[in-house]
DNA sequence: CCTACCGATCGGTAGG
DNA sequence: CCTACCGATCGGTAGG
């Protein structure tokens, strides 16, 4: 499994999966150490610190949204159904891709220190505040009706984020097929 | 705050907003004392063990779910959008009214020990098939439509489960405004 | 990458 | 409800 990778990224890894498991408090240097073989001080040959190894796996997630919106934004889409389509398909594609770290990006974020919890925060609603852009376009060109852009907001974005509970990469649904059914779900509702 | 209290019901409110903060492992008794006002050993008065408190905060809202379905089966309701209706108010109103506690709910119940790990599963595993035999049945009548069930309840309980992130007891949205903006998401859909 | 080790903190107990 | 204290474990350092 770890044949192809260095250390540091053996230890990220490693890390994504503890951290899910446990949490930020409860997984212990220990455990990794032990997980990778070798013993808690060599760690810090790879790694500044616990904290350190929080931060890049939540900054990394963090990242992988923020440039969804470059690239929206890079497409030239200006439709707000098909922006919002490409977001949530882009979103699906960043939480199946990374369950763990997507575990991680959700729950540990408070474990976050500063100055990183504070720009975390801020990027994480930079993302949201995009997405809310979008569906407030969608309704002032009567596209979308919505009385409340940021309910409707946090509610696609809680779903698409409580993806990582139950989504399993060898299961028999696959990414486009989540995404098909929830843009239905969302476009279209449920009640016929 | 505490006025009319006793000491067993503060805890469990100081439990759950720590346990809500800085996680279960993350939070100690030593924290816990210390909000109280007392000693640490003090505390092994009126509980038996940091498990005790985690599991009860869990069962406690558990059981509110699972009353939920009683609820209604005493009700009589046999129209599915208008028990799937009334399970979403339900629901959005134990998450508004018990904030700290479903977020421990939400995050922390990975750290049950067994028996309690196997018993909470399959209790919020009973919710869950519950919703979801509504929706096939609403799908059955035509009442619903949806390829996937399952998906399309996971999604819906993603977003009320997701309240918790952002609900503000003392802002301008009520668990009312909060029900019928989601209501209107789920069933009518953001297209028109 | 290791051994040896640090001070701090943990959940919990004994005994009053 | 307290003081005094237990063994275990923590993140991390020194030095090689």
């Keep these: 499994m770890f044949n192809t990778l260095d250390r540091k990224d053996q230890l990220t890894i490693v890390a994504q999966q503890l951290f899910k498991?446990?949490?930020?408090?409860?997984?212990?240097?220990?455990?990794?150490?032990q997980n990778l073989g070798i013993e808690a001080p060599s760690i810090y040959n790879h790694v500044a610190s616990k904290q350190e190894l929080l931060s890049s796996i939540c900054f990394n997630i963090a990242n992988e949204y923020l440039s969804?919106?470059?690239?929206?934004?890079?497409?030239?889409?200006?439709?707000?159904?098909?922006?919002?389509?490409?977001?949530?398909?882009?979103?699906?594609?960043?939480?199946?891709?990374?369950?763990?770290a997507s575990a991680v990006f959700h729950?540990?974020?408070?474990?976050?220190?500063?100055?990183?919890?504070?720009?975390?925060?801020?990027?994480?609603?930079?993302?949201?505040?995009?997405?809310?852009?979008?569906?407030?376009?969608?309704?002032?060109?009567?596209?979308?009706?919505t009385n409340n852009t940021k309910l409707c907001t946090l509610s696609l974005l809680s779903t698409l984020n409580g993806i990582y509970h139950w989504y399993n990469p060898k299961g028999d649904l696959s990414a486009r097929e989540i995404s098909h059914n929830i843009l239905n779900l969302f476009f279209l509702g449920l009640k016929r």
């Design 68 to 100: 969804i919106i470059k690239q929206i934004k890079k497409s030239g889409y200006n439709h707000p159904a098909l922006i919002l389509q490409s977001i949530i398909e882009a979103h699906i594609k960043v939480v199946t891709e990374n369950i763990e």
């Design 21 to 33: 498991d446990k949490g930020y408090a409860g997984a212990s240097m220990r455990d990794m150490a």
């Design 107 to 145: 729950n540990e974020w408070r474990f976050l220190e500063e100055p990183n919890y504070t720009q975390f925060i801020e990027m994480r609603s930079d993302y949201e505040d995009y997405v809310e852009s979008i569906i407030k376009e969608g309704v002032s060109k009567s596209i979308f009706k």
